[in-house]
């Protein structure tokens, strides 16, 4: 198998704040960009 380029992200979330995080998605890219949603 090849080298692969970029990036490992893992999200994580802890929705009821107690130190417990679960993997709600992974993904691999070159490039991230966030933008703020509409309403704010």
């Known amino acids: 198998m ?3 380029r970029g ?3 893992l ?3 802890d ?3 107690t130190g417990s ?3 709600v998605a992974g993904l691999r ?3 991230l960009a966030f ?3 509409p309403w704010t």
Do not use: S
């Open 2 to 4: 090849g080298a692969q």
């Open 15 to 17: 929705p009821a704040n």
């Open 35 to 37: 933008t703020p949603p």
């Open 29 to 31: 890219a070159r490039r």
């Open 11 to 13: 999200l994580k979330v």
């Open 21 to 23: 995080f679960t993997t």
């Open 7 to 9: 990036r490992d992200l």
